[in-house]
């Protein structure tokens, strides 16, 4: 079942002004190390970070809130596989409401998909859950 969808489109340039202007400060306010890593080692550095933050809304927005009523940046994160799927993790509030949003007897999983398209970034999440498997091993 379907617990949440969000969306977000970033202006890539509005992105690259806010770095510029403000540095580290705006970027360990917001972003992970991982998520840092990533994008410093890209060759289209603002773009990535412009998709991490399109990832952070969307999320926000999948999870019913919005960036409010305690959620930080930082409580979600985009990683990737190996094969370059993105991946978003949560903790912190944002993994506090996630359980409190999950039916019991179920996981929730987080889908993400990022896009850019000079000059803009996008990202959609949903927000599954699936019933746990009943091990019938025991019986």
């Known amino acids: 079942m ?12 509005r992105i690259s002004g806010t770095i510029d202007r403000f ?15 990533r994008s410093d080692r890209v060759a289209n550095r603002v773009e990535s970070y412009a998709k991490r933050w399109a990832a952070k ?3 926000s927005k999948a999870l019913g809130t919005g960036l409010r009523m305690g959620i930080a ?10 094969t370059g799927q993105p991946v978003m993790h949560v903790t ?3 993994a506090d409401r996630l359980a409190s949003m999950t ?8 889908h993400v998909t990022l896009t850019d398209d000079h000059p803009w970034a996008s990202a959609f999440v949903v927000i599954e859950a699936r019933p746990v498997p009943v091990d019938n091993s025991e019986a």
Do not use: K, Q
């Open 103 to 110: 039916p019991p007897g179920h996981e929730a999983i987080i």
């Open 73 to 82: 940046w930082r409580d979600m994160a985009v990683s990737n596989l190996r």
């Open 23 to 37: 540095g580290e400060r705006f970027l360990t306010r917001v972003y992970t190390e991982t998520e840092r890593r």
């Open 2 to 13: 379907i617990l949440g969808i969000g969306t977000d489109l970033a202006n890539i340039e």
């Open 57 to 59: 809304e969307a999320c």
């Open 92 to 94: 912190g509030w944002a």
